[in-house]
């Protein structure tokens, strides 16, 4: 580690700093182009410039060479014809995968293993996490402790720049630990002699979270309305705010409240594999979570932030499944991407975290948008199709009234098994009978497949060509949040004249919502309420819930661990396929547990004739024979898996820096 350090720290300085250092007797070059320390930091503008870059390095999720994925968790199958997907290899156990060990040579946004790291790629195809961290933590640093130098500007507009720097050097630790455990909490230059020891995870996200409570002292509430932004008035919605630090705050003090975190937090990780454990939170940590979560909500409640949550303005079950809300300007779906919108950066007003992804949206559409739907006769222009899980969507898609499948209550029927079903799983779904092609199809290739067909009962080739692995659905399902089911070849959204451009946020309210509740649970319950915020635990919930039409939370999941449930189930429904999974079931123990180690397929046979379906609502279907019991894949975790480990040239270098245990 000692050598990584000094490497990094050596090629950092050179890029970072090299145009500012008066050693240019090696370089062909006129002496006025250099640039001092003093006047790269002396003024706003310029210091801005130096903060910019930090942005700019913020991975983008959906891109990655020409394929990514980042749903980790029991809630994405990928084909076995795709085994070099990061996700294939965590399925396997193979936790090396992320660095590209096992075959995993693709890669993620947490390590692109495709490509050299480059923080100037003007195409944003070489940036990741891992790699990201040293440059943008150490960039961090360097600007805090030369942050005496900007003498030319506004006392807003220097607190805003320290905000910034605390806030990413916090991020970049966060993003890293999240799936590495406890790493050295970077808060000074190095200079690579240092041999740094390994902090616990509580004791890590700890420091980030101090870290974040600093930023949130410093920035604005709002860019438009500071003297910070006036230069850029309307073009600083990616800008980190006060809410933002508040946010990712709370984020960690929960996080470190959490029963995963409480479980290492001096060494036992041993004390990992079981769910006995999974409801144990750090009561004190999670009060804290929740005051900074529920700060976070009164500003943006009170309007003094430019974040709100998104309408979800859809009048039928037609308008859900073809995502028909063209009558709002704050958008549900521009959360995930925009379209016929000039490449305009999805997020609306909803999104609290994002990078700045430059030229990446044609590549992010043309190499992970075609993943998402049936490839048969090449529908969605791809060759394997990556699906939801059948056990996950029954898990996390609830009924209208808002209770679970499973509550003998709730109303549902394996005869009937998609009808009144929450909204956001007519949104979210492809389910059989679904109109996949809205356009005249009559004369393509494709016009057996306007209306998808997912059950195993099809007496057509053509038909069971949809649940055909690879090609098709081994799942049943398709998913349409993050591509809508218009990206075919007849539709035509994935045209370049469509302007499809996906991007998903790091951060966005509903989840702020969402973690708030969950601190209040773990903290006394669905009555907890903070010092600063009007909603009680269980109001966050129902105010995600009113959003989209859901019934409140019933009185009989209030007490003690059921609503814990209920909030956990909200988390799966409200982020689904967003890349949180994973890090959810780590959290709570439960990634080692049935039945959360399984990828289930649904099965089921069609009572109606496939014309019932042109002419009616293919969520009032009747079936037999609905089961959820095809295993896919079964994931062979043990205590070792709630840690990536890391690479062997970073922990042989000196004892202080141990390997992940078990690995």
Known sequence: MKKLFHIMSFALALSVVGGFTSCTDYLDKEPD????????????????GFVEEIYANVPHKEILYWETAFNWGEDEYVPASCGHFVTRQLDAGNFRGWFGEGGAWGGSFFRNNNNGWNSRDNGRMNHDIWRGSFYCIRKANLGLANIDLLVDATQEQKDAIRGQLLFFRAW????????????????????????????????????????????????????????????????????????????????????AASPLAEQTKEGGENNLVG?????????????????????????????????????????????????????????????????NSNWKQPGGKEAMMRGTPFNQSNAAAWGWANYWGPQVNGLANGSNAITPTANYIDYAYGM???????????????????????????????????????????????????????????????YGAMRKEGSGSATGYFLQKLVPHQWNKVDQWNSWSKGFFPYMP?????????MYAEAGAAASGSSYKASSCSLTAVDAINKIRARVGVEPVSGKYLNGNDFMDCVRRERACELAFEGFRFNDLQRWLLLTESPYNVKLGVSFKRVNDAEWYTQNDPSEAEVTDYKVDKVIVERKYTAKHYWFPFMDNEVYLYKDFPQNPGW
């Open 172 to 255: 970049w630790h966060e993003e890293v630990m999240n799936y590495l455990g406890g790493i050295p909490y970077i808060d000074t230059l190095l200079d690579g002699s240092e041999r740094l020891k390994r902090p616990t995870y509580q004791e890590c996200a700890l420091r980030a979270a101090k870290d974040f409570g600093e930023a949130a002292k410093y920035l604005p509430n709002d860019w438009d309305k500071s003297s910070a932004g006036t230069a850029t008035v309307g073009k600083n919605d990616l800008r980190i705010t006060k809410a933002t630090a508040l946010a990712y705050q709370g984020k960690m003090l929960l996080f």
């Open 400 to 462: 209208k009234n808002g209770l679970p499948l499973d509550d003998p209550n709730s109303g549902w029927d394996k005869t009937h098994p998609f009808k009144d079903r929450d909204p956001r799983f007519y949104h979210d779904i492809i389910f059989d009978g679904v109109k996949y092609i809205l356009a005249d199809a009559s004369a393509s290739d494709v016009k057996d497949f306007v209306y998808v067909r997912l059950d195993d009962d099809g007496d057509k080739e053509e």
């Open 506 to 514: 790091y951060l966005r309210l509903a989840d702020v919502y969402l």
């Open 33 to 48: 182009s250099d640039v001092s320390t003093e006047a790269a930091f002396q003024n706003f503008k310029n210091f801005q």
């Open 275 to 339: 769910g006995s454990k999974t409801y144990s939170y750090n009561k004190e940590l999670a009060q804290q979570a929740a005051e900074a979560l529920g700060e976070c909500i009164a500003l943006v409640e009170s309007g003094q932030t430019p974040y709100e949550l998104a309408d979800y303005d859809y009048a039928t079950i037609k308008d859900l499944t073809d995502h028909n809300n063209a009558s709002t300007t704050n958008s549900y779906d521009d959360i995930f991407y925009t379209v």
